[in-house]
């Protein structure tokens, strides 16, 4: 009798951690590529916009009939190409803000905060599309730790775009505000001034 409780407490114990482990593998992947939430956002992004900050639609625009709304692409050190927007000031100046989206969005996604800068502060701005999301590559999310070095390069990239003599903030919202106080960890440039992590 006792050997059957014990291999049934066993066998209990081995289905519990089958699922668990089952279950968290399921989790991590659901987690990290929702393809069809970002393929969804992805498509509704200027709509979706355009609903919920009717002043974006005149700002992107104007910046379109100007030929300012520009977008780059790069490859990381791994070799996965990425993808971001980016809009010179109004008036010439080396104040220039990185802008970094959150979970499931794209730098479509961040221009309410492009246009703050932009526009209301008389910024450049560069908005990245982190790795899996928008127009960038990358197997999966990588929830910052990674994108933390796509990050620097970007403001290395906006450094060079915008004058070589930049003065920069990095904002990023929700998880690009995690990304942003990851990069806010290494060894910074003199032309970085500041960090703000908005969730």
Sequence with gaps: MKKKVVYSIIIIMLVFTSCTIGGGFFMLNFSLTPNA??????????PFMYRNYPFLRPWVDSLRQAD???????????????HAFYVAAPAPTNKTAVIVHGYTDNAIRMFMIGYLYNRDLGYNILLPDLQHQGES??????????DRIDVLQWMNIANEIFGDS???VVHGISMGGATTMMVSGEKQKPFVKCFVEDC
Excluded: C, H, V
């Excluded at 300012?68 to 990425?82: E, R, V």
């Excluded at 590559?137 to 990674?146: D, V, Y």
């Design 37 to 46: 939430k970002i393929l969804s956002k992805d498509a509704d992004s200027y």
């Design 68 to 82: 300012a709304l520009k977008d780059t692409f790069i490859i990381n050190p791994q070799g996965i190409q990425l």
């Design 137 to 146: 590559e990358g197997r999966a999310i990588q929830m910052g730790w990674k």
């Design 166 to 168: 930049t003065q920069m």
